[in-house]
Structures are given as C-alpha cells and as structure tokens.
C-alpha cells in the first residue's frame, strides 16, 4: 500500500508541475525544464535540459521543436515534438507534428491554442545550445525533412551529429566556448544587472527568471568587480532582494566593494578637476576622456562606471611639447613607453600616489585620418559639472561623438574583451536615444573612416543587450561579407565574458592592429598596416625599450625579435590549450 501511495504522490506532483508550465506559458513567461522519454531521440536525450519560450505563430517554422497540449479534461499534460507541417485554412492555421524517433505518421492537426510553447535552447553535459540561430534552425529543418521521408537515415545522423558534439570534440568545445549552464546564465545576469535598468519591468522579470534557474554569485561578483560596475550591481541586487531571494554575502560584498570604490573615484574626479583646472589656465584645449565625467555625464554618479586606471585627456597634437611641460610642472614624470605602438598615439606620464595621466593626440592606435582627428575637435561641446568647489566648464563631445568614440573603444586595442563599453553604449542609447542624430552619426562614421567598427559595436550591444538601434543605421554601416565574418569571430558573448581560445589568440598576437584590419579598404591598405607594424618610424623606436645600446644590434633588429619572440610566445599558448 505504500508503494502505491508512493505512486500515486508521484504522479500528483508530476501533474501539478505540468499544469504549472502550461500556466506560465500561457501568461508570456518562458520555463526551463529536464525531459524524460524517447520519442526525439537522439535530438533530444533522457534528462536533456530545456529552455521554453512562449509559441509565436508569426515566427513558427517547419522543423522547429515545440510543446503542444494534450487535448484531456481529467488532467493538464502536455508533449515535445518537431513541427512537420503548417497548414492554413480560410483564417484558421493548423499544425502537424512528430517525434523523430516515431513512424511516419504525422500527430494532429492542432489549432494554435494547443501549442504552447517553443524549444529556443537545449542544454547537455555542459554544453548550450542556441536552437534559435540561423544555422541551426537550418538544421531543423534538414531534420523535419528526413524525419517524414527516411526516419532510419535521421536516426543514423543524428546519431553521428550527437557523437561528434559530445565525445569527439566536448573537451575541445568547453575550452572554445566555456558555456556549462550556471556560467552562462551567470553571464546573462551579469548581462541585466551591471547597467542601470532596473526600472524596466520586463528586465526585473527575467532576471528573476535566471536567479530562480540558478548560478555562481561568486562569479557574478567578480564580473562586477572586473567591469567597474560594483555600485550599480550593489543598487539593482539591493532591489531584487526584496522580490527573490539573494545570498546574503552576495549584497555584502558587493556593498563592501561599492564603498570603497566610491571612495577611490570620489579622489580620483577631485584630481581629474585640478588637472583640467591647470589646462584651462594656461589657455591649453583638452578634453576629457571617459574616466569619472563618462560617469557622471551618462550615470549621475562618478563611481558608476568603477575606478578608472588613468586620467584620458585628447589634446592636439601641436600641443604636445606644452602639455608636458604644464604636467611636469605638476610633478609628473614622463613614463618609459613599452611598446611601439603606443607611443603614435598617446604620451603616459606618472606622479607617484596619483593615477597616470594619458595624454592623447588620437583615438585609436595607429592610421593617421586628419578627417577624423579635425572632426573630433568639431563635435566638441562645452558642458558644465557641479563640483565640490562650485560648477565647473569643461570640454567635451556631443553625443554622436562620443557614441563613436566609445565604439571605437572597443576595438582599437584589448576593449573587444571588455562589457564596460558595450554597458556605457546601451547607458547612453537610452538616455539621449531620442535626441540622437543618426544621420550625422553615420556622416562622421564615415569621414573618420571607422564605420566597420562602429557598426561592429553597435550591433553586438544590440545582440547582447538588446540595445534600442535603428535598423536603418546599421544597414547604412553594413560592411561587406568578409567582414561580417570577422566580426563575428572577434566579438562575442564567449570572447567578451569567457577567457576561451579565441580570446587568447587576439591577446597572445598583435591585437592592437585588428582595428586596422577591420577599417582596411585595399590591399594597398593591408600592405600599408603590415609596413607600420614592422618597419615602424626610426624616431618611434627610439623613444621606447628598443633604444639603440646594445652593441652592433640596432634598435630595428630589436624590434623585429621580440616581434617573432612574441609570435612564438602566441602559438605555443594556443598549442598548449588545443
């Protein structure tokens, strides 16, 4: 008797579970469920994890895999099959489906309040799967079409897919893309809560839907730390805790980290003050990049955007020998240059106990586009900031222009690895989207020559934060096939947030002239990039670590090894992972 009242529990709790995702997906909310049964064997395995959004007819597609209700009055139950056929009749659409492992008789028709739900996900032995891509849904419905026709042939290549997905290439695939389910759902909330838009209804509800699937706070925390978006985790986490329940050391570290930070940039802007202060006086055009004004002008906090590692200041370049002069009034010193690279564009100078000073002449590393550095000077705006010794003018750009400025961030050096960006880009989109004027966003996109990479930015910030970009900007920015390719190669959820192969392939080589790459036109171009990198000006060389003093080796022959030293360095880091 108790065994059968065991039974009987048992299959209470499984019909009450199963009322419960029908019921959430017929109120809009998506579920994420394990499955039993072999009727899409072997697409779909005993204990596979799924992710369940609400169906959308508009968007159905033969071979897609859905959840359809079973027509039953005594209880709510529901399956998982593929869509095999859609069919319309006069105003009434009716579907047909069936399982890969079954005959070939197809189950239906259903109307389309029977269909509930659409699989978007499927997670196994740590490894997701997007089954709302293109290339998959492609897949699909190579599926469907073997499934109805010849099942035996599906059965023996799904068979051979699964065992190279699992077996052969799982160690190579978890180094490449790092996605077991509770890191990628920890970056997906790391995605929600490291920006300011707690406000919106919709990001509330699913971040409460990812903590309930569960994730590594610890990891979480160090995403917020990493990124410099301590305080604004530490604000929305401090909201969520009222709704779903939070570790309790997850709010106290982060609100440890919060005060200290505040500290560190409440400093740190009083500095970034002075230095201006001491510009304007000598009558020297500066402007102020990112640093605690980004933060203040996008956040209305200076330590929304964390500590910044140094004070960015762009001048003009005839200015250059008069600003280091001013700052070596203030007690800096000008700081050796490490690399060849960073001297074309940007002079570092040091004051123990206080943050570096970058002085720069240009936005990104290497090309030279007088266009685009007189353009810059040309969006330059006056603007205010209230400070602790009374309201402050300081110079800066518009909002077209900094919203170039901040893609171009991304990719002139090591910024592809980094959320920071894309989070400022999303901040600003939606503060003063409205007011933004697209047309001369794209005109100055164009004349500075870096439309490839702000297109690259802007349309990662809209895959990955779901940023509000119009479609007709990006369309404007559309670089060709070649490039598209590559962008997807170097930006990414897996190369942003993952330290995987990809990562340590543009970290171990010159990642800084990938940014040349990507806004090359020609081959005259390429050839021209490939001059810079190894035959660079003799005076470059010169002001950095390969000054002459080494016997009979000049400092171009320097140069050249430690170029191949660090090719070499590159490929056995890649050798090693692979």
């Excluded at 164009?446 to 119009?470: C, D, E, H, R, T």
Aim: proline share 3%; hydrophobic share 45%.
């Amino acid at each position: 008797m108790s065994i059968t009242t065991e039974l009987r529990e048992d299959e209470y709790l499984r019909q009450a579970r199963d009322a419960a995702y029908l019921e959430a997906l017929k109120r809009g909310a998506p579920i994420a469920l394990y499955v039993r049964g072999i009727s899409m064997y072997p697409y779909i395995k005993d204990y596979d994890f799924l992710d369940i959004e609400p169906f959308l007819s508009s968007d159905a597609r033969v071979g897609d895999v859905v959840m359809v209700e079973r027509n039953s009055v005594s209880q709510k139950s529901f399956f998982i099959h593929r869509l095999m056929r859609i069919e319309r009749v006069r105003e009434v659409i009716y579907y047909y489906t069936k399982g890969d492992n079954a005959g070939l008789l197809l189950e239906g028709p259903f109307e389309e309040r029977q269909i509930v739900g659409t699989v978007v996900g499927l997670a196994r032995k740590g490894r997701h799967i997007n089954c709302r891509a293109k290339t998959h849904r492609a897949l699909l419905r190579v599926f469907a079409f073997f499934s109805l026709r010849t099942p035996v042939f599906l059965k023996i290549f799904s068979l051979f897919y699964n065992i190279l997905r699992e077996r052969a290439f799982l160690q190579f695939s978890r180094r490449l893309f790092e996605k077991d389910p509770l890191t990628y759902n920890t970056q997906r909330l790391a995605a929600l809560l490291l920006r300011d838009a707690m406000h919106n209804e919709g990001v509330t509800q699913k971040a409460i839907f990812i903590i309930a699937e569960g994730l590594r706070w610890n990891y979480f925390c160090s995403l917020a730390l990493d990124y410099g978006r301590i305080v604004v985790a530490e604000k929305n986490i401090g909201m969520l805790e009222k709704i779903v329940h939070i570790p309790p050391f997850v709010h106290t570290r982060l609100k440890e980290e919060a005060v200290k930070t505040a500290v560190d940039t409440t400093r740190h802007h009083y500095h970034s003050v002075q230095i201006m202060k001491s510009f304007q006086e000598a009558r020297i055009d500066a402007m102020l990049l990112k640093g605690t004004f980004l933060s203040e002008l996008l956040y209305k906090d200076t330590a929304a955007r964390g500590i910044s590692n140094d004070i960015d200041i762009l001048i003009r370049e005839k200015d250059l020998v008069s600003s280091v002069r001013l700052l070596e009034g203030l007690g800096y010193t000008q700081a050796p240059e490490e690399e060849v690279e960073a001297w074309q564009w940007h002079k570092e100078m040091v004051l123990a106990g206080y943050p570096p000073v970058d002085l720069h002449w240009d936005i990104t590393m290497m090309k030279r586009s007088p266009g685009r550095i007189t353009g810059i000077w040309k969006q330059a705006m006056t603007m205010g900031l209230a400070d602790e010794l009374g309201p402050q003018q300081y110079c800066g750009l518009n909002d077209e222009a900094l919203l170039i400025y901040l893609c171009v961030s991304i990719l002139h050096s090591k910024g592809y690895n980094t959320l920071k960006y894309y989070l400022d880009i999303d901040q600003l989109l939606s503060r003063r989207g409205s007011a933004l004027r697209w047309d001369l966003l794209i005109e100055c996109a164009y004349g500075w020559k870096v439309k490839n990479s702000v297109f690259a930015a802007l349309s990662q910030s809209k895959k990955l934060l779901g940023s509000s970009i119009p479609c007709r900007l990006l369309i404007a920015l559309k670089p060709p096939l070649m490039k598209r390719l590559f962008i997807t190669f170097l930006l990414s959820r897996s190369v942003i947030f993952s330290n995987n192969i990809r990562r340590k392939i543009m970290d171990s080589f010159l990642s800084y002239i990938l940014f040349e790459l990507l806004e090359a036109e020609s081959l005259r171009d390429l050839v021209l990039i490939a001059k810079r990198v190894l035959f660079p000006p003799r005076r470059a060389l010169e002001m950095t670590k390969y000054a002459p003093g080494c016997g009979s080796i000049t400092s171009r022959q320097q140069y050249l090894v430690c170029i191949i030293i660090r090719l070499c360095r590159g490929f056995c880091k890649i050798a090693r992972l692979l």
